[in-house]
């Protein structure tokens, strides 16, 4: 009498060493796997299916199914992306699975990418509900949802600083620093609260220009400051022989 066979079978995976490893393969799963892979290469799925996907091959660790170590590792060498990509379409999938709309399969990836950026569940959906005012249920544009991501993040800013414009009439928060400055004088607040870092005073003083609150002394103060930065920035980003360190 023939016995039945095991849904288990040894099989040998070679890891990057090239050293050959005997282990327990799942036919079921493995199984699952092939389909998914065939569906993602293909690109017969949407950004938001390849996500769900890839989200399964990850918190089942079915990669290991492979012979490899890391998700990432396994994102490379069997569709040819990047980590990062591999988690920003999951990311993108969590951010669509969570819409409540009747037309979300028509949402390009595109679009759901500035609400991806945004981490509470919640606020996604209330960015996206106003959205949908503003176009009254029309599909947005990218912009449209690029900007009000980016309205959002501002006034995030200023409730996370506890500043009320209306309360601090003198005061204009100069969002590169993350902190109020003085309209009269926004030198020297400029100048201390950027910590001694090129980048950030440069951004913080390009902000306050576009916002019209520097005067030709006042710039041409900052343009002093942030020669005298770029100067010492230069030193320490090379080594006297001209390596990096």
């Known amino acids: 009498m023939l016995k039945k066979k095991s849904e288990d079978t040894q099989v040998s995976a070679i890891d990057k060493d090239t050293t050959s490893v005997a282990?327990?393969?799942?036919?079921?799963?493995?199984?699952?796997?092939?389909?998914?892979?065939?569906?993602?290469?293909?690109?017969?799925?949407?950004?938001?299916?390849?996500?769900?996907?890839?989200?399964?091959?990850?918190?089942?660790?079915?990669?290991?199914?492979?012979?490899?170590?890391?998700?990432?590792?396994?994102?490379k060498e069997t569709f040819d992306f990047s980590r990062s990509y591999g988690y920003r379409l999951i990311a993108y999938c969590n951010v669509w699975n969570l819409l409540k709309d009747d037309a979300k399969s028509k949402i390009p990836e595109r679009m759901i990418r500035a609400l991806a950026s945004v981490k509470e569940p919640e606020e996604r959906q209330k960015i996206w509900d106003k959205i949908k005012t503003i176009t009254n249920g029309e599909l947005p544009t990218y912009q449209t949802v690029e900007n009000e991501v980016k309205a959002y993040r501002e006034q995030k800013q200023l409730t996370d600083a506890e500043f009320n414009p209306e309360a601090s009439p003198d005061l204009v928060f100069c969002?590169?620093?993350?902190?109020?400055?003085?309209?009269?004088?926004?030198?020297?607040?400029?100048?201390?609260?950027?910590?001694?870092?090129?980048?950030?005073?440069?951004?913080a003083a390009k902000e306050m220009f576009q916002a019209d609150c520097l005067d030709l002394e006042a710039c041409d103060t900052l343009k002093e400051?942030?020669?005298?930065?770029?100067?010492e920035f230069l030193d320490n980003l090379f080594n006297d022989d001209g390596s990096k360190e």
């Open 23 to 75: 282990k327990t393969v799942d036919k079921a799963a493995l199984k699952e796997l092939e389909r998914m892979e065939v569906q993602i290469k293909t690109g017969i799925i949407k950004y938001f299916e390849t996500g769900m996907l890839l989200q399964q091959i990850s918190d089942k660790k079915l990669y290991k199914l492979r012979g490899y170590h890391s998700f990432s590792e396994y994102c």
């Open 175 to 203: 969002r590169s620093l993350k902190a109020p400055v003085s309209r009269s004088n926004p030198v020297e607040e400029l100048i201390t609260k950027s910590d001694g870092k090129y980048s950030v005073l440069l951004r």
């Open 225 to 231: 400051e942030l020669s005298r930065r770029h100067e």
